[in-house]
Structure formats: structure tokens, C-alpha cells
């Protein structure tokens, strides 16, 4: 039996951070992941200044190893069918990365024990402490294990019931000399455009030779469709290539308000993912969950070993202060559809609007101040 101070189950930018934090301060972390890194894993992916301060990002360590970042310094926007609004920016505003190479490097620079790949099947309580697995013995757990965590499901929740979740599709695939002719996107402006309905949007993001194209909605009834729609309009206009590969994997992910997930527990907190802390509007994912990563981390050293409820109380109260309390709706759900989609069509078309609020509100988080360690 391997005995740990905290087990974090999942290997994510979550996971890695809040390990990364922990050695930092002298705490020991396992991470157990069910997959081997590098792993695929299908996100859109960018992150902000912010994060890259907020972690400590090495952007010449992480380009030194090959690694692809690509500078954002504008986006183009709109709604499916409509017109474009270009908005752009004197310095990057965020930088693409791929998934299958950020959360490698994020799990190796954390300098966690990493168990053999395996999915989390069994977690018990015993007396003070936690058995993972039968083989793993902590005495706090941390549920990092994205939208399906087993450790959010140990805690009672109905994983896939009761929950509102944003399902996506999307694609990400190095493209050909030819395709890179024929695919029009710029790779230093992300394209997002909302769906008319407002309940949803779809990208077509270029990160150097990869491109990456999705869509994802909060109904998801007939999703495969309005994906199948969105990227023949996209061919239309030459955003991406003709013969473009068709297979698009699917995930889905809870927003801050729809999520009824607690997040502390008897020896357990729940992270990123997990916990359900993607943006409301954008659905942006990966600042959240470093953030409270390290809020996690933060709790559990200040808890200095006693995980009682009580003690880890103070890591909710940080969620709050720095996310606000869950809403389950916004007035905009009370307007007529028929009124908010003349309203959308209206916002989506003006420049102001979408620069201060769709960019630098919703997608940037520009006004929201960088955590300070």
C-alpha cells in the first residue's frame, strides 16, 4: 500500500498546478491519471497572460522544446450567417497552445510521483484517511479528474443528471502544405461566432500548422448536426480546408452557474473541471481551474494536515470571493427568444461591444485581477 499526504486524481493543467503549489511549499503530492502523458486531449486552447503569470509559465523553456504557442492578438467574431467585427490588439492577448503538449509539460515541471496510468475505481473512507484503489493511502484527495471525475461521483453526484452541461464537438489536425493554402484563418485571430439562438458558439482557430475547429451549445439535442451546418458554412468561406478530416470528438464540460457540485467535503475538495468552474459565457475552462488549483493548494497548507471539513472550509470561501456565488440564471433567461436573438444580432454587429464585452469581458477576463502567490 503507497501511503501520500494528498492524492490528486487527474493529471490536467488543474491537477499538475495544484501539485506544482504543494512541492513548492514542501507537500508531497500522487497524481493518478487513467492515461499515459502526453495524451490527446480536444480543446480549443489558449491561455491568457494572466495564467502564464499565475503559474509561473516559462514561455522560452516551453518553446525551447518545440513546443507550439501561438500568439492571439485579436479575434474576429460574429454570429453563424453574419458579419465579421475584427478586433485587434498591440500586444498578444493570449497564446495558443495544443493540449497534448501543454498538460505533459505542466504535469512533468510539477515534479509530482505520478502512479502507473490507471482509472480511480474504488475510494474508501477509513477512519482518517482515504484507500484509493486498494493501493493508494492518503489522507486528503483531490478531484481533478475533469467533467466525469470519479471523485466528484464518490462525493454523490449524479454524473450526466440533474446538471445543465455545454456538450461540444470539435476537430484538431495538422494540416498539409495544401490545406494551409487553402485555409483562409489567420492564425493570430481566432474566429468565434455565436450561434443564432445564443446558445452556443462555434471556432476555427489556427495554432502554426494545426487548426482546430468545433462548436458547442447548451442544448445539445441534435448537436452533430449544427456542427455538420457550422463547418459547411466555414468551407464556404475557405475558413477551412475542403477535405478537412470529419471525425470530431465530443466532450462536455458544466458552467460556474448551472453546476450544483459542492466543493469541499471530508478530506476531499474538488477542482477545475471537476467542480464545474468554466465561464459562463465563453466557457473558457483553464484559468478557472489553475485558479483554483492553487486556492486547493493554498487551503490544504494552511490546514497543515488536519482535512476536516472546518479546515477546508476557507478553500469554498475563496471560490466564492473570487467567482461569485452560483446563479442558476441570468435575466437573459427571461427574455423572449424571439427578443434576445434580435438583441444578439444587434450586440454582435457592433465593434464596442464586441471588443469590451464579448473579448475583453467574457473571453479575456481582462479586469479581473492576476492571483498574487
Not at 185 to 201: R, T
Request: charged letters at 25%; glycine letters at 10%.
Amino acid at each position: 500500500m503507497k501511503q501520500c499526504e494528498v492524492l490528486i486524481v487527474g493529471g490536467g493543467p488543474a491537477g499538475s498546478t495544484c501539485a506544482w503549489k504543494l512541492k513548492r511549499a514542501g507537500i508531497e503530492a500522487t497524481i493518478l491519471d487513467k492515461k499515459i502523458f502526453p495524451r490527446d486531449k480536444i480543446c480549443a486552447g489558449w491561455v491568457t497572460p494572466a495564467v502564464v503569470e499565475e503559474i509561473r509559465f516559462d514561455i522560452d523553456d516551453y518553446l525551447a522544446g518545440g513546443r507550439t504557442l501561438q500568439p492571439i492578438t485579436g479575434f474576429i467574431t460574429g454570429l453563424i450567417h453574419g458579419k465579421e467585427v475584427r478586433s485587434e490588439y498591440t500586444k498578444p492577448v493570449s497564446y495558443g497552445i495544443r493540449r497534448y503538449e501543454f498538460d505533459a509539460y505542466l504535469l512533468e515541471r510539477a515534479g509530482a510521483h505520478v502512479a502507473d496510468a490507471a482509472p480511480l475505481k474504488t475510494l474508501v473512507r477509513k477512519d482518517d484517511h482515504w484507500v484509493a484503489n486498494d493501493a493508494i493511502e492518503a489522507k486528503v484527495v483531490i478531484g481533478a479528474g475533469g467533467h466525469f471525475c470519479p471523485v466528484a461521483r464518490s462525493l454523490g453526484v449524479q454524473l450526466g443528471q440533474a446538471e445543465t452541461i455545454v456538450a461540444a464537438q470539435e476537430i484538431e489536425f495538422p494540416m498539409t502544405d495544401a490545406q494551409q493554402r487553402d485555409c483562409l484563418a489567420e492564425a493570430h485571430l481566432p474566429e468565434l461566432y455565436f450561434c443564432e439562438d445564443l446558445k452556443g458558439y462555434g471556432w476555427v482557430f489556427r495554432k502554426g500548422d494545426y487548426l482546430n475547429v468545433g462548436l458547442g451549445r447548451e442544448d445539445n439535442h441534435r448537436l452533430a448536426e449544427h456542427v455538420a451546418a457550422f463547418v459547411q458554412w466555414l468551407k464556404s468561406k475557405r475558413k477551412v480546408p475542403q477535405d478537412m478530416p470529419e471525425k470530431f470528438g465530443g466532450h462536455a464540460y458544466l458552467l460556474y452557474n448551472h453546476a450544483p457540485r459542492p466543493l469541499v467535503a471530508e478530506g476531499v475538495l474538488l477542482i477545475g473541471d471537476a467542480a464545474g468552474l468554466a465561464y459562463p459565457q465563453s466557457g473558457e475552462g483553464i484559468r478557472p481551474a489553475v485558479e483554483s488549483a492553487i486556492f486547493a493548494a493554498e487551503t490544504l497548507i494552511d490546514a497543515a494536515g488536519n482535512y476536516s471539513p472546518e479546515r477546508l472550509a476557507p478553500y469554498q470561501a475563496k471560490m466564492i470571493q473570487r467567482f461569485g456565488a452560483r446563479q442558476a440564471k441570468s435575466f437573459t433567461d427571461y427574455l423572449p427568444e424571439g427578443l434576445k436573438r434580435m438583441i444578439g444580432a444587434r450586440l454582435m454587429g457592433s465593434p464596442w461591444f464586441t471588443r469590451n464585452v464579448i473579448i475583453d469581458e467574457w473571453f479575456l477576463h481582462s479586469k479581473q485581477a492576476v492571483l498574487v502567490a
